[in-house]
């Protein structure tokens, strides 16, 4: 049962990351610069603070209270990630929802659930689980098989791309398949240092799950622990992905953007902060997954397969695969039903463990 909630709340935060830029598509008026930032305010800096002091008392001084030194790395994760969080957002932009999205996401989810697992075989930290015990145990190969599953329906899903670029006569003006594939494959790789500095933030986490324990004895992990460690995480995501969009805001002269009465102002704002809100939420709920599957790989594996499920079939009800041939939609549907079935692997792993 504990398994089973723990992939019921990845799904519910897949849904939220794998439907966040859809808000983002009926503000009107804006350049891509200003609705980003205005999102990423309520994104990095607004909701997380929010949701830590709604579910972890006394957050604030945790904070205080922790190392500067865990503090520097957790934020310095976190400006990496910013540049991943960052480039996410333009693969999207240049290569649809759908595509853009899969690769960014598998790449993370390689990268996000491997690197650790290598990392505590070096320096072992008590309840993580570290590669060689993957290798070792049943349950283990079979998340690692889930993991591939994964990577071959990215493969596939890629394959799709390239045969809708040289089928498509007319296509958006912003698709641009080389740069786009650039743009994500740098992307994919640093947005994996988010579960890089939820992991060094651990000992943060660990403090509020101890003082929630010792007044709620036998009720198990605290599902909400995670969220003090967003806080500062996310301050490294804002100070990355604000720089570069004021640079956008000084060249491209759309500092008037924010402030433009022949737009839509307050729809503007609010899509954008609901977008915004969305995209927090996935990790809202993927620490409430984690505490209910206590595997960080896993859990990772399932986060990302689930968000590139989402924004897949995001991709189809948009009609981004209109005007492909039948040979292409259905290399793209195959493409989905694998990384469903790589979902399925993982939770049927995680239950081995559990």
Known sequence: MQALLG????????????????????????????????GGMFSWLIVPPVAAYLTIPGFVEIIQG??????????FFGVLWGVGGLTYGLGVRYLGVSLGSSIILGLCMVFGA????????????????TFSEMVNSSWGLTVLGGLLLCVIGIVVSGKAG???????????AEYKFALGMTVAIVSGILSACFNFGL???????????????????????????NNVVYVVLLWGGLTT????????????????DYTNKK????????????AGTMWFLQFFFYGMGESKLGNGASSWILHMAFIILVANVWGLVLREWKGVGKKTNTTIIV????????????????????
């Open 114 to 129: 491997l690197i650790p697992a290598l990392y505590y075989d070096v320096n072992s930290v008590e309840g993580k689980d």
């Open 335 to 354: 493409g989905i039903a694998i990384i469903i079935l790589s979902v399925l692997v993982v939770g049927y792993g995680n239950s081995l463990h559990n």
């Open 263 to 274: 737009t839509p102002l307050l729809k503007n704002y609010l899509f954008s902060a609901l």
């Open 199 to 225: 992991e060094a933030g651990q000992s943060m986490s660990q403090v509020a799950n101890a003082v929630w324990v010792s007044s709620h004895p036998g009720e198990g992990e605290f599902l909400y622990r």
């Open 66 to 75: 922790t190392s500067g030194s865990i503090l520097l790395l957790t934020y």
């Open 7 to 38: 992939v019921i709340f990845h799904f519910i935060g897949g849904f939220a990351s794998g439907s966040f830029y859809m808000p983002y598509k009926k503000v009107k008026g804006w350049n891509w610069e200003s609705f980003w930032i205005v």
């Open 162 to 172: 390239v045969m809708k670029e040289k089928e498509m006569k007319s296509v958006s």
């Open 241 to 256: 992905n604000f720089f570069w969009c004021m640079i956008l805001n000084f060249q491209n002269k759309t500092f008037g």
